[in-house]
């Protein structure tokens, strides 16, 4: 780059736009590490005791008006500064997520209510993959900006085989004819192979670490399959 552009030469990074970066000649370690220190200051819970899930199994939030009420705008940026979204039974929508890998980490990642109810599981994960797809194809153009030109589709795993089948047939059934049109697109990316939908089961889902709370074992599994790590396991 310093061939066409005029810029000085400062080493290796070390820290920019709030993340830390710890390179080595094998791999990059990046970390938040500054920025949860700084929450926890700014909501004095740096004294608090930390657990090792960041969510209770079986918790399920709901609308209460008996209960104290709580500082609303305290509570939102808590929540606005982890970027985390919880389960709503009030309003019955399904809490959908991905993360695409790259190597030996996540490179995109996202958890998020649905915008509508669905009316199955068929439908929901449907939904799901065909909304995420977009991500996909967003990545796969970005890295072909960059020269990093993908032969082949792209896998994605699903671990609901209706679904799966319903993006390669045309026909529809009991559990699909609900499904708005403009979610077939899916069916396009699958028959002209940008897409490839694999079934996978649902203990090795990586993407359930982001829409569901988790026993202990199976969290430090998927975390780990998402390449997320501590930096002393890297010294």
């Known amino acids: 780059m310093m061939h066409e552009f005029d810029m000085s030469d400062?080493?290796?990074m070390h820290y920019f736009l709030g993340i830390e970066v710890v390179q080595s000649s094998a791999e990059i370690f990046i970390s938040q590490r500054k920025y949860v220190?700084?929450?926890?200051?700014?909501?004095?819970?740096?004294?608090?005791?930390?657990?090792?899930?960041?969510?209770?199994?079986?918790l399920k939030l709901v609308k209460n008006s008996g209960e104290k009420k709580v500082d609303k705008t305290l509570y939102k940026q808590i929540v606005g500064s982890l970027i985390d979204y919880a389960g709503d039974p009030d309003d019955r929508r399904s809490t959908s997520g991905y993360a695409f890998i790259m190597g030996a980490g996540a490179i995109s990642w996202s958890s998020k209510k649905q915008q509508i109810v669905t009316l199955s599981t068929t439908e929901a994960k449907f939904i799901v993959v065909a909304a995420y797809d977009c991500q996909a194809i967003w990545l796969r153009r970005t890295l072909e900006e960059l020269r990093g030109l993908q032969e082949g589709p792209t896998l994605v795993y699903c671990d609901n085989n209706s679904a799966i089948k319903l993006s390669k047939n045309p026909v529809l059934h009991g559990r699909s004819?609900?499904?708005?049109?403009?979610?077939?697109f899916l069916?396009?990316?699958?028959?002209?192979?940008?897409?490839?939908?694999?079934?996978?089961?649902?203990?090795?889902?990586?993407?359930?670490?982001?829409?569901?709370?988790?026993?202990?074992?199976?969290?430090?599994?998927l975390r780990k399959l998402l390449g997320v790590c501590s930096v002393k396991d890297i010294a």
């Open 10 to 12: 400062l080493g290796l």
């Open 177 to 184: 004819k609900h499904i708005d049109v403009r979610y077939h």
């Open 37 to 58: 220190q700084e929450i926890l200051d700014r909501f004095e819970m740096k004294d608090f005791n930390s657990v090792c899930m960041p969510t209770e199994i079986g």
């Open 187 to 221: 069916r396009d990316l699958t028959k002209d192979e940008t897409i490839d939908l694999i079934y996978c089961r649902s203990e090795d889902q990586v993407a359930d670490i982001l829409t569901k709370p988790l026993k202990l074992p199976v969290f430090s599994k």
